[in-house]
């Protein structure tokens, strides 16, 4: 496969896609981060990795259409023969114009057990301060694939995390991250290996 990483933060998990292809735990290539933050850590990795970056964001295009704006994405995606893509902290919506063209090859990383703690405004340490006022004793991560909906496509896997006593919101997301790192690469070889298939 032909991964394009979409991701606006710091990028660990993208640095754990890329540190799983390089051990050859992977077979894919990671051919291309996408961007909406020409600053964030994501694209600092991109260069340490040799990885082009393509920087795309509302603020460049204020006037553009949706669908015209969407079309610079698939051009782009089109130019690296992408055929899957892995949501990797990226903190804008997918444009819907992509959402169609790659419907069941959009995958996204979510710290904590969909549909619990999902949707708008669940992002980041968001996620993990509502699990903690909560009170629920089991956090986790979901890896699922995109739709139109946030938060809402199938579920592909969790893993669980329990929440302790004296977690608060940042050692949650510490632990979470953890197995992000782990699981990510992990799904993403079930992916390539046909042991997790995106079209049933
Ligand atoms: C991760 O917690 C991921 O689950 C969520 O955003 C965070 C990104 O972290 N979607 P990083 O940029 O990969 O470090």
């Known amino acids: 496969m032909n991964i394009c990483v979409f991701a606006s933060g710091g990028g660990s998990n993208f640095r754990a896609i890329l540190e799983a292809r390089r051990d050859n735990f992977l077979n894919s290539g990671i051919k291309l981060l996408i961007t909406n933050n020409s600053n964030c850590g994501a694209v600092l990795i991109a260069k340490e990795f040799g990885v082009d970056v393509f920087h795309i964001s509302r603020k460049v295009y204020p006037d553009l259409p949706g669908d015209e704006y969407g079309k610079i ?3 782009k ?11 990797a902290g990226y903190m804008k919506a997918v444009e819907p114009a992509v959402v ?34 909560s009170g629920v004793k089991v956090s986790g991560l979901t890896i699922h694939l995109v739709d139109e909906e946030y938060d809402r496509g199938r579920i ?19 632990k979470i991250l953890q197995f992000e790192h782990k699981y990510y690469p992990f799904i993403i070889k079930k992916i390539e290996e046909g042991e997790i298939g995106l079209d049933e």
Request: proline share 3%; glycine share 8%.
């Open 73 to 75: 994405f698939l051009e």
């Open 100 to 133: 169609k063209a790659y419907t069941n090859r959009i995958l996204n990383i979510h710290p904590a057990l969909l549909p619990s703690f999902g949707g708008k405004g669940m992002y980041g340490i968001n996620v993990h301060k509502a699990v903690i006022q």
């Open 77 to 87: 995606l089109g130019d690296y023969n992408i055929n899957l893509i892995a949501l």
């Open 156 to 174: 592909l896997f969790q893993k669980s995390v329990n929440v302790e006593e004296n977690d608060d919101e940042y050692t949650l997301q510490k």
